[in-house]
């Protein structure tokens, strides 16, 4: 049987003073699918956009450290990750180069699933989204713009309905 673990937010300064415990360890090693919240973008690209609250960054190392632990679906469907901007964002994606990348990019890759198949041949998809805030692509008018999916958007309807047949439920 598939078994898919959904983590909460991952904002680390220093990744070489993580650890983790063995059971945490085996879990990560026991599902098919972790998801994971990057909630800051890496540190080194991109400028601090002017917006209400604190921009935070982190590690550049921070993605190497959660593929080299199994995340391999990672949301960037956040009020931070457009901190520094497209080009903050769009380093941040990048960085990961063995996770699946949801919820933020171009008008479609935010509003793209991953769809992932499991050891025993389960198709799951996985959405991410974010509540209205500043970066989030709202509407029709913001399709040339990068940014992050937004929870209330009538694409959010569209793409619960995959190419893979069938819909997908949360």
Known sequence: ?????????????????????????????????????????????????????PNISQSAESPGWLEEHGFNVVSLANNHT??????????????????AVIGAGTWEEAYAPAVITTKDGLRVGVLACTHCEFGTLTDEYRRQEKGTAWACSPEFDRAVQWSGGGILTS
């Open 1 to 53: 049987m598939a078994k898919i673990t959904v983590w909460g937010d991952f904002k680390v300064n220093a990744v070489e003073r993580l650890g983790l415990s063995d059971s945490l360890c085996q879990l990560l090693g026991e599902s098919d699918v972790n998801v994971v919240n990057c909630e800051a973008p890496i540190r080194g690209v991109g400028s601090p956009v002017r917006k209400s609250g």
């Open 82 to 99: 457009m901190d520094y901007g497209p080009d903050g964002m769009e380093h941040t994606r990048k960085a990961f180069t063995k996770a």
